[in-house]
Structure formats: structure tokens, C-alpha cells
């Protein structure tokens, strides 16, 4: 069992069909036994994601609404939600300018640089960070995580 940290540009393939969505969708067995964390922004980012694939049908909307009912249903339940509080987003400031991250994309790393900390702090495997992201996962790399892209699976 591994505990896996999605970002929003991986978190979308498990609701529409992409290169990697298999690979997702393997993570997401319940009999894997893994724990997947998300910040809890994600959840709007893939919203939007989802939505305009099917208003520039490349998803159909019958598709695009499934995956919604499903995203709300496992946001808290099947996906543990990091918080965005006021010193995470100081801690994302900060990594938006070490590493030249876009905005939601230093408070996504920001969310799991917290998350992995209070694992490791109750002596919890360190979390994998997974994006579809080069210049993101980069970024990971750099503040220590292992890292995953399902666009490689």
C-alpha cells in the first residue's frame, strides 16, 4: 500500500478517458489498499477541466456528467482533502517563487508538502506526488518527493 498525492492535471484521467487513464484507474482499486490525497481546490480545477472538454466535445456530456456525480461523491470519502488555510497559502507564495510554479500549482504542491509532513510526522510513508506536469514535478523533486507522471504509463 502506497499513498499517492494527485494533482489536478492527474486526477482528471480518472474521469476522462487520457494517456494514463488506466494507470489511475489501477491506483484507485480499493483491494491496491492506497491512500490518494488531493488539496481540496482540485476538486473545482477538475470540475472546469471536465466541463470544457464536453463544451468543446471532446467528452460527451452524458460522460462529463457521470464523471461530476462521481468526482463529488469520492472528494472526502475514497480522496483525502488537504485543507487550503491562510499558511499554506504563505508556503505557496513561497514556492511559486523558488521554483516559477503558475498559482495553483505552487498551492498544489503546497497542500502536499503539508499533507507528507504530517504522515511522516506519525510515522506514515511519505506520499508520492503525481501530476502530468513537467515543470510541477520538477518542482516536487526539488522539495524531496518521489514522484509519478501518468502520461509515462
Request: no cysteine; charged share 25%; glycine share 6%.
Amino acid at each position: 500500500m502506497a499513498a499517492y498525492f494527485f494533482d489536478s492535471s492527474a486526477l482528471v484521467k480518472r474521469y476522462a478517458v487520457e494517456t494514463g487513464t488506466v494507470w489511475m484507474l489501477g491506483l484507485f482499486r480499493r483491494a491496491a489498499g492506497h491512500r490518494l490525497y488531493v488539496a481540496r481546490i482540485t476538486g473545482v480545477e477538475v470540475t472546469a477541466a471536465l466541463t470544457r472538454k464536453a463544451r468543446g466535445h471532446k467528452l460527451a456530456p452524458d460522460v462529463a456528467a457521470r464523471a461530476l456525480v462521481r468526482l463529488r461523491r469520492e472528494l472526502g470519502r475514497r480522496l483525502r482533502l488537504a485543507e487550503i488555510r491562510p499558511a499554506l497559502l504563505t508556503d505557496a507564495m513561497t514556492l511559486a517563487e523558488k521554483h516559477g510554479l503558475r498559482g495553483y500549482d505552487a498551492v498544489q504542491l503546497a497542500s502536499a508538502v503539508e499533507a507528507n509532513n504530517e504522515r511522516v510526522r506519525v510515522g506514515l510513508a511519505p506520499l508520492v506526488f503525481v501530476a502530468a506536469d513537467s515543470d510541477l514535478l520538477a518542482a516536487a523533486v526539488a522539495e524531496g518527493f518521489m514522484t509519478e507522471n501518468p502520461n509515462n504509463h
